[in-house]
Structures are given as structure tokens and as C-alpha cells.
């Protein structure tokens, strides 16, 4: 099945215009929403989870008209928010349970079967009768994983998955959520590059609520190659490197500043050519 987004567009009372126009068609996989903060992300991702309503527009998931048939949306989605705190004071296995009756799992056999393989999947099954106030960070998102999964979802929208999670944690969340997104459609809204670089096989970024590029994430990043040139540079020297050159990035390391900067011939003046990453295009379309 296919996500198909047309012409949507929200304004909220207060003016701020959150989306306009947006138009995207998602397949089945992983699909990377890039963007940085206000940038309209969650928003959309609200929208696309019949959470709050769009001022015009159309979403179409297969045959579900998404804005008007929010029950039968509700039957093929799973959605992980930004922040997943619920019920603290809760274990893992009594909230698994509790959302599983809310999905319509009477059958308590049943629902006990399907807890503890999703529970396990997640690799948190050991933990079940842990309250959910004591988890890490990286085992609330495997839990929010784990309560999304509830109901075997057609569609999947994680919104900030790996944000504050420690190395480990991030490489276990993207092993899972590689795993589901094989065959259904799974939509990562983020600001972390790496995420999407490291995941997904199409992205878009979207700015002050309209897409600006939407490829498939190889495509994308050749598009730049050639073009994308390095310099170690003194910290001091920045703010005049920044008149003269297509500035798309600066980054530390090692105690040394290094820039980054696009151009289609070589700039000379000690540059030299690097390999075109997921992020020197994101800079690019949001410079």
C-alpha cells in the first residue's frame, strides 16, 4: 500500500502557517521526513494519525480516505509520538495488555500471546513487570515500538525516534525499526540526519511547511557529488570564509573547525573534495 499525500495545507489560529501545499507519495518501507524544529514535521505526522485536522487537502492510504475515515485509519496504524511517557506508575506488561483491549483483543489467551512476542521482539520481556517510570530512555522508545506494533499495523509513524537515546540504543532502534519497515510503510520524521541516511531508501525535507526536495536518498546525495569541498580552518577565519564561499556546514573535531562548502569547480585556497553525505544536502536546501 501506498501513503499518498495531496495539496495539504494547516494555519493555526495564531497565523503560523504549519503546512502548505504539502504533496508526497510514500512507499512501502522506510521513509525519512527530514526537518528542523517548526519546520511543520509533527504537525504533518498529527495529521496523518487523524490527530488534529487539516484546514484542506487529501490523504489517501490505499483505499482509506485518511481525513474523513479516521476509524478505519485507526485499524492499519501504528504511532509512536515524540514524547512517550503514558502511565509511569504502570508495568510494561499491564500497559501492553490495556492498549491490546483497546485494539479489541478480548481473548485474554490471546492478548497474553501477542504481548509477550512483541514484548520479546523489543527485546523488553525480562523488563515486563517493570514500571514504565524507571525505563531508560532507549527502552520507552522499544516499548512505544512494541504498543505500535499492537494490532499487526499497515502504516507506522514514529515521530523523533532516537533523539536523547545513548549509541547503543540508537543502533538497536534502528535495527528495529529495519526490520518492521520490510514490508509495510513506515514514516520517520526527524532532525537527526543519520537516522534517515542510515534507514531509509526515500526522504524528504520539509521548511516552514513545504517540501523542498523529495528523492530517493541515493539519488539525492549524487546529485551533490563533486561538488561538496572540505577545509581545516582556524575558528577566527569563520565569519570570512562565510562571505566568500557557498557555506553549507561547519563541524568540530578534534579540537579543529572544518567546513564545509558547495561549489561546482574547485575552490583551490587549500580545499579539498569530500564524499557527498545525507547532510551536506540537507544544508544545502535549508541554506
Same mark, same amino acid.
Request: net charge positive; charged share 25%.
Given at each position: 500500500?501506498?501513503?499518498?499525500?495531496?495539496?495539504?495545507? @494547516?494555519?493555526?489560529?495564531?497565523? $503560523?502557517?504549519?503546512?502548505?501545499?504539502?504533496?508526497?507519495?510514500?512507499?512501502?518501507?522506510?521513509f525519512?521526513?527530514? &526537518?528542523? #524544529?517548526?519546520?511543520?514535521?509533527?504537525?504533518?505526522?498529527?495529521?496523518?494519525?487523524?490527530?488534529?485536522?487539516?484546514?484542506?487537502?487529501?490523504?489517501? =492510504?490505499?483505499?482509506?480516505?485518511?481525513?474523513? +475515515?479516521?476509524?478505519? $485509519?485507526? @485499524?492499519?496504524?501504528?504511532?509512536?509520538?515524540? !514524547?512517550?511517557?503514558?502511565?509511569?506508575?504502570?508495568?510494561?506488561?499491564?500497559?501492553?495488555?490495556? =492498549?491490546?483491549?483497546?485494539? &479489541?483483543?478480548?481473548?485474554?489467551?490471546?492478548?497474553?500471546?501477542?504481548? +509477550? +512476542?512483541?514484548?520479546k521482539?523489543?527485546?523488553?520481556?525480562?523488563?515486563? @513487570?517493570?514500571?514504565?517510570?524507571?525505563?531508560s530512555?532507549?527502552?520507552?522508545?522499544? =516499548?512505544?515500538? *512494541?504498543?505500535?506494533?499492537l494490532g499487526?499495523?499497515?502504516?507506522?509513524?514514529?515521530? +523523533?525516534?532516537? *533523539?536523547?537515546?545513548?549509541? !547503543?540504543?540508537?543502533?538497536?532502534?534502528?535495527?528495529?525499526?529495519?526490520?518492521?519497515? /520490510? #514490508?509495510?510503510?513506515?514514516?520517520?520524521?526527524?532532525?537527526?540526519?543519520?537516522?534517515?541516511?542510515?534507514?531509509? !531508501? #526515500?526522504?524528504?525535507?520539509?521548511?516552514?511547511? /513545504?517540501?523542498?526536495?523529495?528523492?530517493?536518498?541515493?539519488?539525492?546525495?549524487?546529485?551533490?557529488?563533486?561538488?561538496?569541498?572540505? @577545509?581545516?580552518?582556524?575558528?577566527?577565519?569563520?565569519?570570512?570564509?562565510?562571505?566568500k564561499?557557498?557555506?553549507?556546514?561547519?563541524?568540530?573535531?578534534?579540537?579543529?573547525?572544518?567546513?564545509?562548502?558547495?561549489?561546482?569547480?574547485?575552490?583551490?585556497?587549500?580545499?579539498?573534495?569530500?564524499?557527498?553525505?545525507?547532510?551536506?544536502?540537507?544544508?544545502?536546501?535549508?541554506t
Amino acid at each position: 500500500m501506498e501513503l499518498s499525500i495531496s495539496d495539504l495545507s @494547516k494555519t493555526y489560529s495564531n497565523g $503560523v502557517v504549519a503546512l502548505k501545499n504539502v504533496s508526497l507519495d510514500i512507499p512501502t518501507g522506510l521513509f525519512g521526513l527530514l &526537518g528542523p #524544529n517548526g519546520a511543520g514535521k509533527s504537525t504533518l505526522m498529527r495529521t496523518i494519525a487523524t490527530l488534529q485536522e487539516a484546514d484542506s487537502g487529501q490523504i489517501l =492510504f490505499g483505499k482509506i480516505d485518511v481525513l474523513r +475515515e479516521k476509524n478505519e $485509519v485507526k @485499524k492499519v496504524l501504528g504511532y509512536l509520538p515524540q !514524547a512517550f511517557d503514558f502511565y509511569p506508575r504502570d508495568t510494561a506488561y499491564n500497559l501492553m495488555d490495556h =492498549f491490546a483491549l483497546l485494539k &479489541g483483543v478480548r481473548d485474554k489467551k490471546i492478548r497474553h500471546k501477542r504481548v +509477550e +512476542e512483541l514484548l520479546k521482539r523489543v527485546n523488553l520481556w525480562e523488563n515486563r @513487570k517493570q514500571k514504565l517510570g524507571t525505563f531508560s530512555n532507549g527502552m520507552k522508545q522499544r =516499548f512505544g515500538i *512494541a504498543q505500535a506494533l499492537l494490532g499487526n499495523p499497515k502504516l507506522i509513524i514514529v515521530d +523523533e525516534p532516537t *533523539a536523547g537515546l545513548d549509541p !547503543a540504543e540508537r543502533v538497536r532502534f534502528h535495527n528495529l525499526l529495519s526490520e518492521i519497515g /520490510e #514490508n509495510i510503510v513506515v514514516i520517520l520524521s526527524t532532525h537527526i540526519v543519520d537516522d534517515v541516511s542510515d534507514l531509509c !531508501a #526515500n526522504m524528504a525535507i520539509i521548511r516552514k511547511g /513545504e517540501i523542498i526536495i523529495k528523492e530517493r536518498t541515493n539519488v539525492a546525495i549524487n546529485s551533490l557529488k563533486g561538488k561538496i569541498w572540505e @577545509k581545516e580552518i582556524v575558528k577566527d577565519e569563520l565569519p570570512a570564509y562565510e562571505d566568500k564561499y557557498y557555506m553549507l556546514s561547519t563541524r568540530l573535531f578534534a579540537g579543529k573547525t572544518f567546513i564545509h562548502v558547495f561549489s561546482e569547480s574547485n575552490p583551490n585556497n587549500g580545499f579539498s573534495l569530500v564524499q557527498t553525505s545525507l547532510e551536506d544536502v540537507y544544508f544545502y536546501y535549508l541554506t
